[in-house]
């Protein structure tokens, strides 16, 4: 312990002393994030709401205003049944449900009150304002033009909670798994190749203490710097970018955890394997291209032709981009997010254990 | 008394190459002793198999009664080891690089003291890289007394280092004695050797060719007086091995080391010839044999270079 202690201070104090290496460390994937948040900005609002409407069957009513509702060219109108409705909202597919309730017209014409429930997204604020008043100036106009008597069509606003994703909301959290994932890769085998190099590693060699304890400490290092820079880029989102963080922060820092342990271990494996430094750099070259442009992380998996699904499927990045989709943003998931866990627990031992095996200290 | 270690037959091959090629040798407690010999010999493979570092194909070995592995750390423990290929981490200072490898060790020395003793003193608070090479190499030797082991292995200790800094050195070396530590060095310098070592093993192309005190393997192999000339042309039809005294003739290049049981009529000889203008003479020495001159004459070729 005494020995992890030692190396692990050693290491921090080399890393941060060196301002160049902690610069491009932590300020490189920021440049993405300001980048992409910059030129793809929060995306246009589209001028037009899109607003789904579930009417009971067989209401006359319903079909007049769901008329009314296309007529007006306020809305992009889509009917449905209740629970799908409300499921592309929660989606970000709608910026607003209204349910029609059964037997308008008998209750009006006896001048009773109908409550009419409009669900809306409770994230989008201004969204939701236009909408209301929108939604309610048009039932007070249909209503003053069929009877002349308003005010028995009453709108009940129901937040709800969902999203309306922009590009910059979808990016972010890939972003954050893809400098986990350079930050792994590239940092920890570039390290232990140039530290094997140079001899560095076989004076830790000629110590009495395992490789076992060596590795902690360099992957506990690694992993901090890792929980720093995703503290970083999620930082900016949220402030800056105003990307919401929807999900639990122990969830969210569980999966960044996870991520930061299944890369670094990674990039050791790729290490071990490499017989010099050229060779290490190449080596990680071909894993991190395929990763960044298959995984997700500029644009979605299902735009990728169906030849490379399988590729896209075996990447563990593609499911901690997804992971860190839905717990973030509340993005709708790829695979359940236990299948995320899972696939990068099982990526984690792999290269944990393949490179305690293949370790080499020259 | 027990030895500190012992070797027998042990051969190390890299592919083609056989490194080490079945040496044996022990060294006692308290003792300093050094391997000797040039670049190439087999030093460095030979001390890295007794450290654990490298696995031999054959042989026996036995450091301090354990057989040396990867993962011996108990031996580890006890070893003071000096890699001859090492370097640090470059932004940390002496100090915390003295203190971190101190903390791998079950005990260490106390660190100020450590860098007093190598004369680091005004380095303690620099980082590593702006280290000179001499002062790095100080470092590491202080590196390898740092957990205070009871057998220290140094692979070229003075390397690099200019001959101040390689003459306070070996008094640090002769200190460790004092402290009735056991040492193991190697070095490809003769003067080194003769001055520190109580035994050598002189290595040739993995071979030991000769083994035992310096002073010993010179009078061993010499009753005569080397006697150097270095000629600035070729001295042809002179047979200076059937010269006044000389016992051997040695040509080494564009010198003749001539070894004679008769230094003054020896010497008259060559200016004789030199007068007679049989040979052009640049440079005549007469020293005192030395290991130098038994590796010469082992081998016929000199150790440097
Ligand atoms: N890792 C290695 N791979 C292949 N050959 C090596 C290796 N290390 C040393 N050698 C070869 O083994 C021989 C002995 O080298 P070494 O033990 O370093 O000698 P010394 O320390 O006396 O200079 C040399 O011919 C050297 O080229
Ligand atoms: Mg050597």
């Given amino acids: 312990m005494r020995a992890y202690r030692a190396i692990l201070a050693g290491i921090n104090r080399q890393f941060y002393r060196d301002r160049m290496a902690l610069f491009w460390t932590l300020a490189f994937p920021l440049f993405f994030v300001f980048i992409f948040g910059f030129v793809l900005g929060g995306g246009e609002e589209e001028v037009q709401l899109t607003l789904g409407v579930v009417a009971p069957a067989g209401e006359p009513l319903a079909a007049g205003l769901i008329q009314g509702l296309r007529e007006s060219g306020l809305f992009r109108v889509f009917e449905g049944e209740r629970e799908a409705e409300l499921a592309a909202l929660r989606a970000g597919d709608r910026d607003g449900v209204l349910i029609l309730p059964p037997g308008i017209l008998s209750a009006i014409s006896q001048g009773e009150e109908v409550e009419l429930e409009l669900y809306y997204d409770a994230a989008q604020g201004t969204t939701s304002q236009i909408l209301l008043s929108v939604v309610g100036e048009f039932l007070a106009e249909a209503e003053r033009r069929s009877r002349g008597t308003p005010k028995l069509l009453v709108l009940s606003p129901q937040p709800l909670q969902a999203r309306k994703f922009r590009p910059i909301d979808y990016m972010l959290p890939g972003i954050l798994g893809m400098s986990l994932m350079q930050l792994g890769l590239f940092s920890v085998a570039a390290v232990v190749l140039q530290w094997r190099d140079r001899k560095i590693l076989r004076r830790f060699w000629a110590a009495p203490m395992p490789r076992s304890t060596f590795i902690a400490a360099q992957v506990t290092h690694r992993v901090g710097i890792a929980l720093l820079q995703a503290g970083l880029i999620a930082g900016v989102g949220v402030l800056v970018f105003g990307v919401p963080m929807l999900g639990r922060p122990a969830v969210m820092a569980g999966v960044v955890l996870l991520g930061a342990l299944t890369f670094v271990s990674l990039g050791y494996l790729l290490a071990s394997l490499a017989p010099s430094v050229e060779a290490g750099t190449a080596l990680v070259q071909l894993v991190n291209f395929p990763m960044m442009f298959l995984s997700g992380v500029f644009w979605p998996v299902d735009w990728m032709p169906g030849i490379l699904r399988p590729v896209v499927y075996a990447l563990p990045l593609t499911y901690l981009g997804d992971a860190l989709r839905q717990t973030m943003v509340g993005a709708t998931p790829l695979v359940p997010l236990w299948v995320d866990l899972a696939v990068l627990g099982g990526w984690l031992i792999l290269s944990a254990l393949l490179s305690l095996k293949f370790f080499r200290w020259d | ?305």
């Avoid at chain 2, 390898?144 to 390397?159: G, K, S």
């Avoid at chain 2, 004789?272 to 052009?280: H, M």
């Fill in chain 2, 1 to 305: 008394m027990e030895s500190a270690i012992t070797v027998q037959g042990l051969v190390k091959r890299y592919g083609e190459i056989t490194a080490v090629d079945g040496l044996s040798f022990s060294v006692g407690r308290g003792e300093i002793f050094g391997l000797l010999g040039p670049n190439g010999a087999g030093k460095t493979t030979t001390v890295e198999c007794l450290e654990g570092l490298r696995v031999a194909d054959a042989g026996e070995i036995r450091v301090l009664g354990e057989i040396p592995s990867p993962t011996n750390y108990a031996l580890k423990a006890k070893l003071g080891i000096q890699l001859q290929e090492t370097a640090f981490l470059s932004r940390l200072t002496v100090e915390e690089t003295l203190l971190l490898f101190g903390r791998l060790y079950p005990r260490h020395r106390d660190v100020r003291e450590l860098i007093d003793l190598v004369a680091l003193g005004e380095k303690r608070r620099s980082q590593v890289k702006g280290l000179s090479g001499g002062q790095r190499q100080r470092l590491a030797v202080a590196l390898a007394m740092v957990n205070d082991p009871e057998l220290l292995i140094l692979d070229e200790p003075t390397a690099g280092l200019d001959p101040q800094a390689r003459r306070a050195l070996w008094e640090v070396i002769l200190g460790l004695k004092r402290e009735q530590k056991t040492v193991l060095l190697t070095t490809h310098y003769m003067e080194e050797a003769e001055y520190l070592c109580d035994r050598v093993a002189i290595l040739d192309h993995g071979h030991i060719i000769a083994l035992g005190q310096p002073r010993s393997l010179v009078g061993e192999h010499f009753q005569e007086t080397p006697v150097e000339i270095e000629l600035s042309g070729p001295a042809e039809g002179v047979d200076f091995s059937r010269l006044p005294g000389v016992a051997r003739a040695v040509p080494d290049g564009e010198s003749v080391v001539l070894y004679s049981t008769a230094p003054t009529d020896t010497i008259r000889a060559v200016s004789r010839l030199a007068e007679e203008g049989k040979l052009s003479l640049r440079d005549l020495v007469l020293r005192r044999p030395s290991l130098e001159d038994v590796y010469l004459l082992l081998t016929g070729r000199r150790i440097r270079e």
